[in-house]
């Protein structure tokens, strides 16, 4: 019962990994050539949660 612990938390850090990296590579893949203002909108949105969410995976590898 005390490996549910972390296997939850492991799940978790998989979870924060990946979201976090297709995040980013959004980031660096994301075009708009019609609205350039939505463009950056969308652009900043994906860094802040790529981050957040590699911020995320950190914390629960240090969890673990």
Do not use: C, K
Request: glycine residues 4%; aromatic residues 10%; neutral net charge.
């Amino acid at each position: 019962m005390a490996n549910i612990i972390s296997a939850i938390i492991f799940a978790l850090l998989v979870a924060a990994g990946t979201l976090g990296v297709t995040s980013l590579a959004m980031y660096l893949l994301h075009r708009n050539p019609e609205d350039r203002d939505a463009q950056q909108r969308q652009r900043i949105e994906y860094a802040f949660f790529g981050v957040a969410a590699l911020i995320v995976m950190l914390l629960m590898w240090y969890a673990l």
